[in-house]
């Protein structure tokens, strides 16, 4: 009972990682689902299961899982020297009128939502590990993976085939896949089960009707992720990444059946080593580039500049989308930034973390396939994990697609099964001499031991804690919801009708972590004129700005929520912010953004201070500027913003625009109305202006 309940788990967990969008919620589903299963082997596993469970994790396998938990732990813990942490956090303390910790992590909430991800595929790969401790149960896990890999590889190429938009236009996307690593990790798997569906029929000598439906069913797998893979337009990094893990795969199962022994080995392993180092020559590499992004081949420029921005100790997991509106160029949306799995890893955790996970990488590859060569029969499982290791490895340098959800759950799930069979329970371990052997015989089982006693019951206290993490993690995640990024803030300049919605975004809107892999952005609700012109705006009917200033204390790089309080508190003429220190802070924050110039204008220029205080005034010359001269479609929002603004905005923008466009201040000077007159808005509806 217990391990169908896993085998569930795990299938649903995968399926819901690459079914659902990966919101808040999805991640939620599976973390809670995958905390009751691990929470169920601490309690309910036998005494044998959990002995052959502490075998397969070392110490240092443990120490390996445990240091990334910890590092992010201390990215989020409070840092009780001054001036040690980010100095955001300074800086937003003295805004908000709040004391607030200081951290090495700029985005709490995102570094807790990086935490949940991380233990979500840590407990899967636990899971994994013990349902595939048993032979028959490995096989079964082995064939669901395939399946899975198998049916994400046809359905991209699917897309690829009717085209990115779907079945029709509007459509959102079935599965949710953006990278490579499914499919790669699909042909890696289904090449060893056509390996071992190969061995078992020179052993049998005979074709059974069980035996050819799996030597098809794998020769398929095969096909469809090998397409897959070649269909993608990515260049040649992710076939020598696919290359990389397959031929593994391909030499662990020649030295097993034809060149087993110490000069066998070597002489294959060196001929694959010439290979792929063949391979990699082709491989196209930007000049004087960090590692990081030294194999990109897409648009990078503003993570160039935040890998040469990041401290020795990150900006805090999971922030990358935090901190790319403050590196990204004017007008650019967030899905035109590609990075790679490596460059955010190495912004948000820090260089010295990157090198670490690639040299961990190397090595379990290693010393996976050193297990892989020690067994008999079943070796595919170590091989499958040390081609799977050293693929992800190159991924990582190429693309961001390793870092998606159903992917790392998928290599999550991969690794468990290879830890599981990377050995035997035997009392002692032979090698033939000979390179056609007979299958594995059984051995005795893991026992309960009084060795093993103390690892027993630390094990179950283990498990049992990570469950505890895990459901802790989602109660603070929807204890405390963030405001989805994206959102029209351009609409508050409207009317009261907007300003609410923006407040209260329906569930559906956005995601709430930010993703910035192309896709995954789905397009805000937009108000509509009819909803807009509903009612008026009157002071004082504003949602509390403390529930924006509370998103803040937690967000202190959102800067369209910087301009939402400044936009709040200068119209209910709160005293309790400082307005031109909200503007600035939103312009630091986000100063390419042009969905936030017209409220930022509109707010900016209505402002007394903005003659008298030099840095907002050039950093309103340069709005102004954006929209006279790069971008003419944002011309009707700085007129509507002149419109609603004080004398002394008016007199900034009069000179500024004499300066560069005569024609257009004319053309401006005379759509100002007469007082009293409602004056329109960006969006066309009239309404009496956020600046009175």
């Known amino acids: 009972m217990l391990v169908r309940f896993l085998m569930l788990a795990l299938l649903v967990s995968l399926a819901a990682a690459f079914a659902m969008p990966d919101t808040q919620q999805a991640r939620a589903l599976c973390s809670t689902l995958l905390a009751m299963a691990v929470l169920a082997i601490a309690v309910f596993a036998s005494s044998s299961a959990i002995a052959c469970l502490v075998r397969r994790l070392s110490p240092f396998l443990l120490v390996i899982l445990v240091v990334p938990a910890i590092y992010m732990a201390l990215q989020l813990a409070p840092i009780p020297i001054q001036g040690s942490g980010n100095p955001i956090w300074a800086t937003a303390s003295a805004a908000l009128n709040v004391s607030l910790a200081e951290r090495l992590t700029v985005d709490t909430g995102a570094t807790v939502r990086a935490f949940l991800h991380y233990g979500t595929a840590v407990a899967l790969a636990l899971i994994a590990t013990v349902v595939a401790l048993d032979k028959q149960r490995a096989w079964q896990l082995l064939t669901m993976l395939v399946s899975g890999a198998a049916i994400v590889s046809a359905y991209v190429l699917m897309r690829r085939t009717i085209g990115a938009d779907g079945l029709s236009p509007g459509d959102t996307p079935v599965l949710v896949v953006t990278g490579a690593a499914p499919a790669v990790l699909g042909l890696v798997l289904s090449v060893a089960m056509t390996a071992r569906a190969f061995e078992e029929r020179r052993r049998v000598k005979q074709v059974s009707i069980q035996l050819a439906t799996t030597l098809s069913f794998a020769l398929l797998a095969t096909l469809l992720c090998l397409s897959a893979v070649l269909a993608r337009g990515d260049g040649t990094g992710i076939a020598i990444a696919a290359l990389l893990g397959v031929g593994i795969v391909l030499a662990a199962f020649v030295i097993q059946n034809w060149f087993y022994g110490i000069w066998g080995m070597a002489s294959v392993l060196a001929t694959a080593a010439i290979l792929h180092l063949a391979a990699f020559t082709v491989l196209p590499v930007r000049q004087n580039a960090d590692l990081a992004i030294a194999l990109s081949t897409h648009h990078v420029a503003a993570t160039e500049r935040m890998l040469q921005d990041t401290g020795q100790a ?35 955790m820090g260089h010295a973390f990157l090198y670490g996970l690639l040299i961990v990488a190397v090595l379990s590859a290693a010393a996976l396939l050193s297990c892989s060569l020690r067994r008999r029969r079943d070796y595919v499982y170590a091989a499958i994990g040390s081609g799977a290791a050293a693929a992800l490895a190159m991924l990582t340098l190429v693309e961001d697609g390793v870092l998606e959800f159903g992917a790392s759950l998928l290599a999550a799930a991969v690794f468990g099964l290879a830890i599981a069979q990377s050995q035997r329970d035997t009392a002692t371990a032979t090698l033939p001499s000979r390179s056609t052997r007979e299958p594995d015989r059984p051995g005795p089982t893991c026992a309960p031991t009084r060795t093993f006693a103390i690892g027993n019951a630390s094990m179950r206290i283990g498990l049992g804690s990570v469950a505890v993490v895990l459901i802790a993690q989602t109660i603070w995640l929807f204890a405390k919801p963030s405001y989805p990024r994206g959102l029209p803030v ?32 789905a397009p805000a609700q937009q ?60 312009y630091y924050t986000a100063p390419n953004d042009l969905a936030l110039l017209p409220l930022r204008l509109t707010v900016a220029l209505g402002e007394l201070s903005v003659a008298s205080d030099p840095e907002l005034r050039e950093l309103v010359q340069r709005d102004v500027k954006i929209a006279l001269t790069k971008q003419s479609s944002l011309r009707p929002a700085l007129v509507a913003a002149y419109q609603s ?41 009239r309404g009496s202006g956020l600046a009175r």
């Open 527 to 586: 108000p509509t004129a009819n909803e807009a012109a509903a009612s008026k705006p009157e002071i004082g009917a504003d949602p509390d700005a403390p529930d924006v200033a509370r998103a803040l204390q937690r967000s202190p790089l959102r800067g369209d929520l910087w301009l939402m309080l400044a936009a709040l508190s200068k119209e209910r003429r709160s005293a309790e912010y400082d307005v031109p220190t909200l503007l600035k802070l939103s």
């Open 490 to 521: 351009e609409a508050l300049a409207a009317s009261q009708a907007a300003r609410q919605a923006f407040l209260r975004p329906p569930s559906s809107s956005l995601r709430g972590d930010g993703d910035l892999r192309p896709g995954r952005l």
């Open 314 to 348: 990150g900006s805090g997991a999971g922030t990358y989308v935090a901190l790319l509106p403050i590196h990204r160029d004017i007008g650019a949306t967030l899905s035109q930034e590609r990075p790679t799995a490596a460059a955010a890893i190495a912004i948000e």
């Open 645 to 685: 603004a004080s004398a002394d905005g008016r007199g900034l923008v009069d000179d500024l625009i004499a300066e560069w466009d005569s024609a257009a201040l004319q053309s401006t000077r005379k759509r100002v109305p007469p007082p009293g007159t409602d004056v329109p808005s960006p969006n066309g509806t």
